[in-house]
């Protein structure tokens, strides 16, 4: 049985090299940093191989002749999304997961032409019935056992975790019925990967724009870089209008879940 070595924040100049042939990306930098996800390696000391899993997305880096290369996609992407930059691991791991793939691309986002008084209008657009609430523990709590939500906490330890280093809005429908949401996907070296959530039946209602624009003025104003990243359309055309900038395209293959 192949048994990979796995990188913390003490370990990871050990696999610099191979790592930074990624090109950066929020997730990776949470990874390095032991904010979430994990790093796989052959060798901590002198590596050939590196595999990084974070959210449902994986990347992966190094000598694709290497034996393990195979068992270290499969191990690393079951299902979700592979982002490639590397023509040798796009070709291994489509190979590896022949027929149960789709190949798509993806934006990432700028945030650097965006201030809080441009998003004040899409925050007061909120319409009448509806309420922005901080998520603090009872919501996180609540979030969690939903399954249109849970996303927006889930990616943290625990709720005490997200408490403390996460952060997020949700949009409340009268009293207490949470209909929308935008929060951090993950946190990273000095800001939050974003995420966006609406219950199906209260979409088309402007309310994913009302709570991105709520959680978006929270990092600027807590100097916190808000990380836009979306395939699609919806999202992209949401970011747009908040007035994010595309900084960057990128492929991804999406490995489909057989389970």
Same mark, same amino acid.
């Given at each position: 049985? $192949?048994?990979? &070595? $796995? ?62 290369? &195979? ?27 022949? /027929? ?41 709590? +609540? ?33 207490? +019925? ?12 000095? /800001? ?14 402007g309310l994913a724009t009302a709570a991105s624009a709520m959680f978006v003025k929270y990092c600027l104003e807590n100097d916190k870089i808000p990380h836009w990243d ?30």
């Amino acid at each position: 049985m $192949t048994k990979f &070595k $796995t990188i913390t924040p003490e370990t990871v100049m050990g696999a610099w090299n191979l790592i930074q042939n990624l090109p950066y990306d929020p997730l990776i930098d949470a990874a390095v940093h032991g904010y979430h996800g994990q790093i796989l390696v052959d060798d901590l000391n002198n590596p050939t191989i590196c595999g990084i899993r974070i959210g449902g997305v994986a990347y992966f880096t190094g000598d694709t002749n290497h034996p393990i290369a &195979k068992v270290l996609i499969n191990k690393l992407s079951p299902w979700g999304d592979v982002i490639v930059n590397d023509e040798n691991w796009t070709k291994l791991v489509k190979e590896v997961h022949s /027929g149960h793939y789709k190949e798509s691309k993806r934006y990432s986002f700028t945030h650097e032409q965006i201030t809080p008084d441009y998003l004040n209008k899409y925050i007061d657009s909120l319409p009448n019935g509806y309420t922005y609430k901080k998520i603090d523990r009872k919501l996180a709590e +609540q979030l969690l056992d939903t399954k249109w939500g849970k996303y927006l906490v889930c990616n943290f330890k625990d709720v005490d975790e997200f408490l403390e280093k996460g952060a997020g809005f949700c949009i409340i429908d009268g009293d207490d +019925q949470i209909v929308s949401g935008a929060s951090s996907f993950i946190y990273f070296n000095g /800001g939050y990967e974003i995420e966006v959530d609406t219950h199906r039946d209260y979409r088309k209602q402007g309310l994913a724009t009302a709570a991105s624009a709520m959680f978006v003025k929270y990092c600027l104003e807590n100097d916190k870089i808000p990380h836009w990243d979306a395939e699609n359309k919806q999202s992209i055309h949401l970011a747009k209008k908040l007035g994010f900038v595309i900084d960057r395209e990128y492929k991804i293959i999406s490995v489909l879940n057989n389970t």
